[in-house]
């Protein structure tokens, strides 16, 4: 089994690093590799410490890495749930 990115919510920090569109197959998150949705919510429960700041790591099976600060993907998780209406 694979994870397959179904969508990148245009404006989000992720769509503006323009390297994960739909279609894009994950192999990692925060350094452990997912293979179903089981893995991936586990994953990224254990965010990346550097210092005193939390990051998020999502990496492509190409290979293609995003580094998103934590605190960032939460004020934007809350903006995007309100502005699409999903909980």
Do not use: C, W
Not at 14 to 43: Q, W, Y
Not at 46 to 57: A, M, Q, R, S, Y
């Amino acid at each position: 089994p694979q994870l397959v990115i179904s969508n990148v919510f245009l404006g989000s920090e992720l769509s503006k690093l323009d390297i994960f569109t739909p279609g894009t197959l994950l192999h990692s998150v925060n350094g452990i590799r997912v293979n179903n949705l089981k893995e991936f919510r586990e994953a990224i429960l254990k965010p990346i410490k550097k210092g005193e700041d939390f990051f998020l790591t999502v990496m492509s099976k190409d290979n293609e890495l995003a580094v998103l600060p934590l605190a960032q993907v939460f004020q934007e998780e809350l903006e995007l749930s309100e502005s699409y209406m999903y909980e």
